[in-house]
């Protein structure tokens, strides 16, 4: 019997296809300016790197469900932050990464060939990728109100993603469009997931949590979000997050995880309470990606991008209205690299992601690049 290669399914690493244009921006004259990764660059709050050391000693097994003040800490923020009430333990699960979770849930839910998932039609490759591990069937829709046309639109569909301040656009959903979305899972009987690690950060509007009473009616059920520690408090190789909401999803997906051997570490328990616990340093980290969007979206206007969407999260969605990949190796030649849009979205785009993920001496860098190329370098 031939064996079925689960890799064999799956498109190729997106970023292992921009390995020229990195080489050629490394080889500008005055460095590599680095923008199209979503890595961190500033430090990890100190307090937190001394809670993670001062739980080092962890000899036994930490548990899948995670400490209760870690418990504690998630519901507090998710309260203090979100307006989330109605929360208890049973209603949050701590995760390795959510990019783990992304990954994996439709698998740990179940889904087979026979599901639906509904993903954005722009958006972060991996939940294509979960589906497809799942050997799902993928829609793409931005909104309800496009599924009309679809066969069966009211039946079928197993689990949606939505995400809010959006990857790679910036885009920031509606209170009425979410609302939308709750109404159409219900209906449906869906699982609605919404992908909420970058809401800290939003700089024209308001974003909400799909928990937030104003949202789902104080009604939880269906309804999961995920939540990430990498962006808000620069704990990307901590692998650090959470999932909140329905209870008996929460249940399913602990048991599941119990079997899986899915558990965070101690020491970033422990950091994890330290870190939500505290507002001040996001608010800190804000202020700094604040800046650096301010010089960058004023920087590519200049040099006659238009940005689009973009009203959170930590990236610019620019355009100067060619194919994404040619834009690419404009910026590449000013030594500046940039994810090209076709990365984020079935086909063809023109859009790049810029990211605000670099130090303000790299930022002030690609600023002054673009100004003296005016982007056609």
């Not at 990195?22 to 300016?33: F, I, K, T, Y």
């Not at 959006?166 to 997931?193: C, F, I, K």
């Not at 800046?291 to 960058?296: A, D, E, F, K, T």
Request: glycine share 8%; net charge negative; charged share 20%.
């Amino acid at each position: 019997m031939t064996r079925r290669l689960v890799s064999a399914t799956l498109p190729s690493f997106p970023w292992d296809t921009i390995a020229q244009a990195r080489r050629m921006a490394e080889s500008h004259p005055d460095g590599l300016v680095d923008l199209s990764v979503g890595t961190p660059v500033d430090p990890t709050p100190q307090f937190v790197q001394h809670a993670l050391a001062e739980a080092s000693d962890a000899h036994g097994y930490p548990t899948v469900w995670g400490t209760a003040q870690l418990r504690d800490a998630i519901v507090g923020y998710l309260e203090r932050r979100w307006s989330v009430r109605g929360l208890h333990h049973e209603n949050v699960l701590p995760v390795i990464g959510t990019k783990e979770l992304v990954a994996w849930l439709p698998t740990q839910l179940g889904l087979s060939s026979d599901s639906t998932v509904i993903v954005p039609i722009t958006a972060y490759p991996t939940y294509r990728v979960g589906a497809q591990l799942a050997r799902a069937r993928i829609v793409a829709a931005d909104h309800p109100d496009q599924l009309a046309d679809s066969p069966d639109p009211d039946g079928s569909v197993d689990l949606i993603w939505i995400n809010s301040p959006a990857n790679p656009s910036g885009r920031v959903m509606s209170a009425d469009e979410l609302r939308s979305w709750v109404r159409y899972a219900r209906r449906t009987g869906a699982v609605l997931v919404s992908d909420e690690c970058y809401g800290e950060f939003v700089w024209d509007g308001k974003a909400y949590s799909i928990l937030d009473d104003e949202i789902c009616g104080g009604d939880h059920s269906g309804l999961l979000a995920a939540y990430s520690l990498s962006k808000r408090s620069n704990m990307a190789g901590y692998r650090a997050g959470f999932l909140a909401g329905d209870e008996t999803l929460i249940s399913e997906l602990l048991t599941v995880r119990k079997h899986s051997g899915l558990m965070v570490s101690t020491p970033v328990s422990a950091a994890m309470v330290a870190a939500l616990d505290d507002d001040g340093h996001v608010e800190v980290q804000a202020d700094r990606y604040r800046r650096r969007r301010g010089i960058m979206m004023s920087a590519l206007q200049d040099a006659g991008y238009r940005i689009d969407d973009s009203q959170g999260s930590l990236y610019l969605w620019a355009t100067c209205g060619e194919d994404c990949r040619a834009t690419v190796d404009r910026f590449a030649r000013l030594g500046v690299l940039v994810a090209p849009g076709d990365f984020y979205v079935a086909g063809t785009s023109q859009h790049v992601r810029v990211g605000l993920t670099a130090s303000d001496e790299r930022i002030a860098a690609a600023a002054q690049r673009l100004r003296a190329g005016r982007g056609a370098a």
